[in-house]
C-alpha cells in the first residue's frame, strides 16, 4: 500500500473511532471492521501456517478480537489504533487455538534455523564483543532477514511471557512483571489473557526506549548489560530506565483495572 493510500485510510479510521466513541453504533463497527480487515488478515495468515485451522476460521475469530479493540479503543489516549487493535487480534486468535487445543508447529527448517541461530549468535557474540543484529544473523544463516524476523516471532509467539524474569546485575532484584499483575490463580507465571492484552497495551503507551528496554529485560530474559550493548546505551541508563518504567507500567495498569 502507497505512503499516501495508507494515511488516507488512518485518517478515515480515526474519524470513525471519534465518531464511534461518541455515538457507538453497529453500522459504524461494521464499518471500523472493514477499514482494518487488513490487521487481521495479516495475523491470520501467520497463524494459518502454524495450526491446523482454516484461514478462514482464524479471520473470524481474529475479527472478534478486533471489535473487542474497536469497543476499548479510547481515542483521548492518543496512541495509534493498530498498535493497540493487534494484541487483540492476536489474543483472540491465540486464544481460540489454546481453547480448540490446537497445535502450534513450526516448520522443521525453522526448527532447524533456530537451533543454528543460537550456536551462531554465541560465536557472533564473542567475534563482534556485542549482541549480533538481526541483519547478521540472517546472513551467517544465508536467509533473509524478513524470515529470519518471522522465525523469531514464531518461536516468541509459542513460549509463555516470562513474567518472574528477575531483573538482572541489580540490587533491587525483587522486581518482576509478576507484580504487575498479582493474581494467586495464574501459579505459572503464564499471562491470563486479559492480563496479557493489558500489558501490551501498556508498554505501548511508554515512551520508545523505555518500553524497548523492558522488552529485551522482561520479555527476552536479556541482562541489563546486553540490553546495554545491544542499544547502544549504558548499563546505568538501562537500570534507571528499568526502574522509571516499572513504576509507569504500574500506574498505567493499576489505573486500566480499576
Known amino acids: 500500500m502507497h505512503t499516501s493510500a495508507a494515511n488516507e485510510l488512518k485518517s478515515e479510521s480515526l474519524e470513525l473511532l471519534r465518531e464511534y466513541y461518541?455515538?457507538?453504533?453497529?453500522?459504524?463497527?461494521?464499518?471500523?471492521?472493514?477499514?482494518?480487515?487488513?490487521?487481521?488478515?495479516?495475523?491470520?495468515?501467520?497463524?494459518?501456517?502454524?495450526?491446523?485451522?482454516?484461514?478462514?476460521?482464524?479471520?473470524?475469530?481474529?475479527?472478534?478480537?478486533?471489535?473487542?479493540?474497536?469497543?476499548?479503543?479510547?481515542?483521548?489516549?492518543?496512541?495509534a489504533f493498530s498498535s493497540f487493535a493487534i494484541p487483540y487480534i492476536r489474543g483472540e486468535i491465540q486464544h481460540y487455538l489454546r481453547d480448540k487445543g490446537s497445535p502450534v508447529r513450526i516448520p522443521r527448517r525453522w526448527q532447524t534455523l533456530q537451533h543454528q541461530a543460537t550456536m551462531l549468535t554465541r560465536q557472533l557474540q564473542v567475534q563482534l564483543n556485542r549482541q549480533p543484529t538481526d541483519q547478521e544473523i540472517a546472513a551467517a544463516l544465508e536467509i533473509s532477514v524478513a524470515e529470519w524476523q518471522e522465525i523469531k516471532l514464531a518461536f516468541r509467539n509459542r513460549a509463555p511471557l516470562s513474567l518472574d524474569a528477575p531483573m538482572h546485575e541489580d540490587d533491587d532484584s525483587s522486581a518482576s512483571l509478576a507484580d504487575l499483575v498479582p493474581d494467586n490463580r495464574y501459579q505459572s507465571f503464564q499471562l491470563a489473557q486479559e492480563d496479557r492484552i493489558r500489558l501490551q497495551q501498556a508498554l505501548v503507551q511508554l515512551e520508545k526506549r523505555t518500553r524497548e528496554v523492558l522488552e529485551f529485560v522482561f520479555l527476552y530474559d536479556l541482562t541489563q548489560k546486553e540490553t546495554a550493548e545491544r542499544l547502544g546505551i549504558s548499563a546505568v541508563t538501562v537500570s534507571r530506565r528499568v526502574k522509571s518504567g516499572l513504576k509507569l507500567l504500574k500506574k498505567i495498569m493499576v489505573g486500566s483495572s480499576s
Request: some cysteine.
Open 22 to 79: 461518541q455515538f457507538p453504533s453497529a453500522e459504524l463497527r461494521n464499518r471500523l471492521v472493514q477499514l482494518n480487515l487488513g490487521l487481521v488478515r495479516k495475523e491470520a495468515h501467520h497463524w494459518v501456517n502454524q495450526c491446523t485451522e482454516s484461514y478462514e476460521d482464524l479471520l473470524q475469530v481474529g475479527c472478534m478480537g478486533l471489535i473487542r479493540a474497536i469497543e476499548r479503543f479510547d481515542i483521548a489516549k492518543g496512541h
